[in-house]
């Protein structure tokens, strides 16, 4: 599914139920006409050739020929553009650009950048970008294998025939995401996302028991994730903003400086995935849930820029959590929180979504199938299922 950085989806469907991609829409819409910019995925890795595809959409369709140019702010000497100005034909509302790393990129650490509109361009009138579009580029220096993590792959591969070699690196994962209807808890059409992770070899491999470890974008995962802290968090208009909302809420915005338009890195990870030498993987473990008590769970790890904010603010005093009245359990940014944070070993809601969680190491492919749950949002698990291809 293609996510549209804006909080008002709503608007969107309902300016361009009538938009062809072919013609100019009828509706009578005499607004600005907005253009949203969506991507399959909004993180890449800092490595040259590493490439995102942004989708480019008109609330309706104009009636001459228009090039639009589009710049990304904080993306100087890291990113490019290709495919801009970008060509929309009159009667259409569609089209597309790429932003691509530079040949030469150095990446010391994660990057938050912003593609708006050029400001210096002569783009149409009357025309602007609804919300920027943030993407993260990523760190992706870290994957490379020891002399000695090499013989525990070579060992591993000689006594089980599985070359697990195809699955170090930036490994291509297509994910299968069936989420749930948080009205009804039915199940919803499953969502096909295409990615990459970045997996190496854990330090608790050993010869004989490999270990892999997911450095980021874990089972392609990662963005539904942060979309879905943001729809609890910052996003939740419904519990978060509004005169009758606990001041809580706004206490911790305003002391971090977290919005739902500030620019933030969130990243995730997940360690001690032990290959067998039957073709098997084990890649669950404990986590806790909002009570503190023990849960089963695939264990991701979770870095958030706003969290790390929060935890500074709890250290030095400026949000005095343990002293403000009505302190609300999940007026915070911790992932940890509000993700993956119920029990997968069992069927706890028998409304549909849950499957027992699998995995299979070939040389053919390295599936995995598991259930997440979001805290005080969801009324049934979200199924994933995550297929890796060999490396070339």
Not at 159 to 186: A, C, N
Not at 363 to 384: A, G, I, L, Q, W
Request: glycine share 8%.
């Amino acid at each position: 599914m293609k996510r549209f950085f804006q909080t008002g989806a709503a608007a969107l469907i309902a300016a361009t139920s009538l938009v062809s991609c072919e013609k100019p829409a009828d509706n009578g819409y005499e607004g600005t006409n907005y253009i949203y910019l969506s991507a399959d995925n909004t993180s890449m890795y800092g490595i040259a050739g590493s490439a995102i595809t942004v989708n480019v959409m008109l609330t309706t369709a104009l009636d001459y020929d228009a090039e639009i140019t589009f710049e990304v702010e904080n993306g100087d000497g890291i990113v490019e553009l290709s495919g801009n100005p970008v060509s929309i034909p009159a009667g259409s509302t569609t089209a597309s650009f790429e932003i691509a790393c530079v040949d030469d990129i150095v990446l010391e650490q994660n990057v938050t950048c912003n593609v708006v509109l050029g400001e210096s361009a002569a783009n149409p009138e009357g025309i602007n970008v609804r919300d920027p579009f943030s993407f993260t580029v990523m760190v992706a220096d870290s994957g490379m294998l020891t002399d000695e993590q090499q013989a525990i792959i070579d060992a591993f591969r000689e006594s089980t025939g599985i070359d697990l070699s195809k699955y170090i690196g930036l490994i291509d994962v297509s994910m299968v995401y069936t989420g749930t209807d948080p009205s009804s808890g039915e199940p919803l059409a499953p969502e096909t996302i295409k990615g990459q992770t970045l997996v190496t070899l854990s330090e608790a491999s050993e010869t004989g028991k490999p270990v892999l470890k997911m450095l980021s974008n874990p089972m392609g995962i990662q963005d539904k994730m942060y979309e879905a802290l943001r729809t609890m968090t910052v996003d939740n208009t419904d519990y978060w903003y509004g005169e009758y909302t606990l001041p809580c809420y706004g206490m911790l915005m305003s002391a971090i400086n977290w919005t739902s338009t500030s620019d933030e890195v969130f990243t995730m990870s997940l360690d001690n995935i032990t290959i067998n030498a039957d073709g098997t993987a084990d890649f669950l473990g404990e986590g806790r849930n909002q009570y503190d008590d023990p849960i089963t769970i695939v264990p991701f790890g979770y870095s958030f820029s706003a969290y790390d904010r929060e935890l500074a603010a709890i250290a030095d005093g400026t949000l005095d959590i343990e002293n403000t009245p009505e302190w609300a359990g999940d007026c915070t940014a911790n992932p940890a929180y509000h993700l993956n944070c119920d029990d997968i070993s069992a069927d706890a809601y028998e409304v549909g979504n849950w499957t027992e969680a699998d995995a299979s190491v070939s040389n053919e492919s390295m599936v995995f199938t598991f259930c997440v749950y979001r805290c005080n949002f969801d009324y049934d698990y979200t199924r994933v299922v995550a297929t890796y291809t060999p490396a070339e």
